[in-house]
């Protein structure tokens, strides 16, 4: 599906989301969501479920968008004592890159937020990035066969294209994602440039994506 069609039925879901959370209670600061990978309620009970997958436990160096939702993603990620590389705002500093070695002891949760990556790691152009095991992206919305909306930029499939292109990562790759029960939904329009996820968690379960079946 492509075209402005695509682009409109895919505004109308992320609006339609956006509102739905807000009016469910279950939209977390930052404020306003809208025009946000926005962040929820029980994300840190899906950054869990994340972290007992077997996807999760083989990692040895994560790949994570910098967005508010995912934080809890990305200190499980240094707690377990992974590599964490996430993209810096925007990209416009590309990437930051935090290894639990050079990390001092109890300060892994400040290290996940986007000030204190910046303080303890150090940051890199794309191509210099380090060989990726787990993928990790934010969205406003998602479908059971793991298509996904993020807010809007591109910046997601952005990142998942320059990794590709320097080699840190491949077809087979693991690409996960955190939610909300209430954002995942039965159909998300796409087009030949979307990167689906094979992982989705939410605050109650782990759904893999059934690609084979659309």
């Given amino acids: 599906m492509g075209g402005g069609s695509?682009?409109?039925?895919?505004?109308?879901?992320?609006?339609?989301?956006w509102h739905k959370m807000e009016k469910a209670g279950v939209a977390r600061p930052p404020f306003p969501?809208?025009?946000?990978?926005?962040?929820?309620?029980?994300?840190e009970k899906a950054a869990?479920?994340?972290?007992?997958t077997l996807e999760f436990r083989r990692a040895s160096i994560v790949?994570?968008?910098?967005?508010?939702?995912?934080?809890?993603?990305?200190?499980?990620?240094?707690r377990h004592g992974k590599t964490l590389v996430m993209a810096t705002p925007r990209l416009s500093k590309g990437f930051v890159v935090v290894e639990?070695?050079?990390?001092?002891?109890?300060?892994?949760?400040?290290?996940?937020?986007?000030?204190?990556?910046f303080a303890y790691g150090r940051t890199i152009d794309p191509s210099q990035s380090p060989p990726v095991d787990l993928f990790i992206a934010g969205s406003v919305a998602v479908d059971v066969h793991g298509y996904r909306l993020g807010k809007g930029t591109g910046y997601s499939d952005l990142?998942?294209?320059?990794?590709?292109?320097?080699?840190?990562?491949?077809e087979d790759t693991p690409k996960?994602?955190?939610?909300?029960?209430?954002?995942?939904?039965?159909?998300?329009?796409?087009?030949?440039?979307?990167?689906?996820?094979?992982?989705?968690?939410?605050?109650?379960?782990?759904?893999?994506?059934?690609?084979?079946v659309v």
């Fill in 159 to 170: 990142e998942h294209h320059l990794l590709k292109e320097v080699g840190a990562i491949s």
């Fill in 33 to 43: 969501i809208k025009g946000r990978i926005p962040n929820f309620v029980g994300a």
């Fill in 48 to 52: 869990s479920l994340l972290s007992q």
């Fill in 100 to 117: 639990p070695r050079l990390l001092p002891r109890g300060k892994e949760a400040e290290a996940s937020t986007i000030r204190g990556a």
């Fill in 6 to 17: 695509s682009k409109t039925s895919k505004d109308y879901i992320r609006n339609r989301i």
């Fill in 63 to 78: 790949f994570s968008n910098p967005d508010s939702p995912q934080k809890p993603v990305r200190e499980l990620v240094l």
């Fill in 176 to 212: 996960a994602t955190t939610v909300h029960d209430v954002q995942v939904v039965p159909y998300v329009p796409r087009d030949s440039w979307d990167i689906p996820v094979d992982i989705i968690a939410t605050p109650t379960k782990l759904i893999y994506a059934k690609r084979s």
